[in-house]
């Protein structure tokens, strides 16, 4: 048998190839003269082995490289079936042919075929493997776009987000984001049995400093008084512009004394070395914790307050536009 496959090798092999060649697919994977003499050259070798190679290791190795291989240079499995099967074919005619004991050489024939099956199952089993590691690697590229993009329009939407709770000149909270964080301070507050204040501030005479001086040098005032909430304010305290010439902040763990007899005199003092044109009317009021209000009947308390000390602020300053005068209650 091996020697009558050494003899018919080179027919088998042209037999082979002539038929190939003329597959316009096969055509355009070979290319070129080299690597179809270097095709030659690897099918001489396996119909070799096919009849002398002992089935070890080093056997199934070569067969799952062969299947990396076809894999790599993309060959159409279809494409690969269909040779493997033609040289079956070829094979099975040529033992027929030169064993006389037809029985016999059919006998071989199907040895050979499962033995050829056997390989091609390591062959597809490498191809398959490779094919499901590229899909495992594309799935992998495609979560981390998708984790990627769900960051991106996380962080778009937190920035969108807090862009609408800010108010664009002082970069303080706005009267939105009161109503919004200020409920929840509140009644963390009342939950932790703590007393909460609330500051509402308003610029005196701004309107008419404003009209005299223009907006530009009034939205100055805005932008230095909120520069000095920011300045004295603990990183719990809360600060929110509340329109116009009003802010508020929100004080947890603080009591209305504290408030007037700390918070307000740093406030100006701070306001003070920015300008020291400018006088503010603040009101206070506290929630709990002996009786807790709501944070809006808070505020309208600290607003009342508010316009208590500015009508005091006119009545001594007789109406002289914000000129520094701080009153506390």
């Not at 007899?261 to 740093?266: A, E, S």
């Amino acid at each position: 048998m091996k020697n009558m496959i050494g003899r018919e090798l080179d027919k088998i092999v042209n037999q082979f190839y002539e038929h190939q060649t003329h597959t316009p697919d096969v055509q355009n994977l070979i290319g070129d003269s080299g690597t179809l003499q270097r095709l030659i050259s690897a099918l001489r070798q396996y119909i070799t082995d096919l009849f002398n190679k002992e089935i070890d290791l080093d056997y199934v190795e070569h067969r799952l490289r062969i299947g990396l291989v076809h894999k790599r240079i993309g060959v159409d499995p279809k494409l690969y079936l269909s040779a493997v099967n033609y040289l079956k074919v070829t094979l099975s005619e040529t033992i027929k042919k030169n064993i006389s004991d037809q029985n016999y050489a059919v006998e071989l024939s199907d040895i050979l075929e499962r033995l050829i099956e056997f390989d091609v199952s390591y062959v597809f089993d490498t191809y398959i493997r490779s094919m499901m590691n590229e899909i495992e690697i594309e799935k992998n590229k495609s979560n981390m776009y998708v984790n990627d993009l769900e960051s991106l329009v996380q962080e778009r939407t937190k920035s969108l987000k807090k862009m609408t709770r800010l108010d664009p000149l002082t970069n303080l909270y706005n009267k939105r984001a009161f109503d919004e964080f200020s409920n929840r301070l509140f009644s963390d507050a009342q939950q932790r049995d703590e007393p909460i204040s609330l500051l509402y501030i308003d610029v005196d005479n701004f309107k008419e400093f404003n009209d005299e001086h223009g907006h530009e040098d009034g939205d100055s005032v805005l932008v230095a008084v909120s520069d000095s909430m920011r300045g004295v304010s603990r990183s719990v305290d809360l600060c929110f512009r509340m329109g116009g010439d009003e802010f508020v902040v929100v004080m947890p763990s603080c009591t209305k004394e504290d408030a007037s007899l700390n918070y307000i005199p740093r406030l100006m003092e701070n306001l003070h070395t920015i300008r020291n044109d400018i006088s503010l009317s603040i009101g206070v009021a506290q929630s709990g914790p002996q009786h807790y209000i709501s944070n809006t009947d808070t505020l309208t308390r600290a607003d009342k307050d508010m316009y208590l000390k500015k009508k005091k602020h006119a009545e001594a300053s007789n109406k002289q536009p914000l000129k520094c005068v701080v009153t506390k209650k």
